[in-house]
């Protein structure tokens, strides 16, 4: 199994553009999460749902969006990016309670 | 608010150097407590869950504990290949979520051979 799939690994905005992070997860789970880490400040939680059409804002959501259309998929759009939103972000899945988390994508706004 | 704070921020230890981590919690009321391992650039890996004051769990060389306003995580014996960072997060009751872990900043382990 691939478990949590996300792309791109590495990606460099300039201040203003817009991109989207992908998530893709095969263990046909119903939640899913976006976090973001920032060195010395733990894992934030942005937005996670619950099911296919289902979302819900986390602990830092301005500047991002989500959609959950499918169970397996969970995007993360990024509107206008900005310096501080550099950061890692890791998208996760789960079904009993632990998480399984993705690679991560480092984004880097100029 | 739920809180999480672990300590120490970094531990040198030298290999066969027997140590522990601490993550101190406040939690309007403790449905898990988990310990997730992270080696650089990757995502972290679940280790734990413990669910109730006097729980404990084992994993090779690693152990974790749970009293009602903290964890540990023992390490026995470390080798090189432990030294990661190390990573305490809890979930509370409430809320329409599995997953809404509330993470404290980790602990870097490094153990020198």
């Known amino acids: 199994n691939a478990g949590v799939t996300q792309t791109p690994k590495f990606r460099i905005l300039k201040i203003g553009q817009s991109m989207t992070l992908q998530c893709a997860q095969d263990?046909?789970?119903?939640?899913m999460y976006w976090y973001r880490q920032d060195p010395g400040m733990g894992l934030k939680l942005i937005y996670y749902?619950?099911?296919?059409?289902?979302?819900d804002k986390g602990e830092v959501p301005n500047g991002y969006n989500v959609s959950r259309s499918t169970t397996e998929d969970f995007p993360l759009r990024l509107e206008l990016a900005a310096p501080s939103q550099t950061s890692v972000y890791f998208c996760?899945?789960?079904?009993?309670?632990?998480?399984?988390f993705g690679e991560g994508s480092r984004l880097t706004v100029l | 608010e739920d809180q999480v704070t672990q300590s120490p921020e970094a531990l040198r230890l030298q290999e066969g150097e027997s140590s522990s981590l601490n993550c101190s919690y406040t939690?309007?009321?403790?449905?898990?407590l988990f310990w997730y391992r992270q080696d650089p650039g990757k995502g972290p890996e679940f280790l734990f869950t413990?669910?109730?004051a006097g729980e404990e769990k084992e994993k090779e060389r690693l152990k974790a504990t749970l009293t009602k306003k903290e964890s540990f995580l023992h390490i026995t014996a470390p080798k090189p290949e432990d030294s990661a960072t190390y990573l305490c997060?809890?979930?509370?009751?409430?809320?329409?979520?599995?997953?809404?872990?509330?993470f404290g900043q980790g602990t870097i382990l490094t153990v020198h051979p």
């Open positions: 263990m046909n789970h119903n939640y």
């Open positions: 413990l669910y109730s």
């Open positions: 997060a809890v979930q509370a009751w409430g809320g329409t979520s599995y997953g809404k872990l509330t």
């Open positions: 939690v309007s009321g403790l449905r898990g």
């Open positions: 996760a899945s789960s079904d009993t309670g632990e998480l399984f």
């Open positions: 749902s619950v099911g296919a059409g289902i979302t």
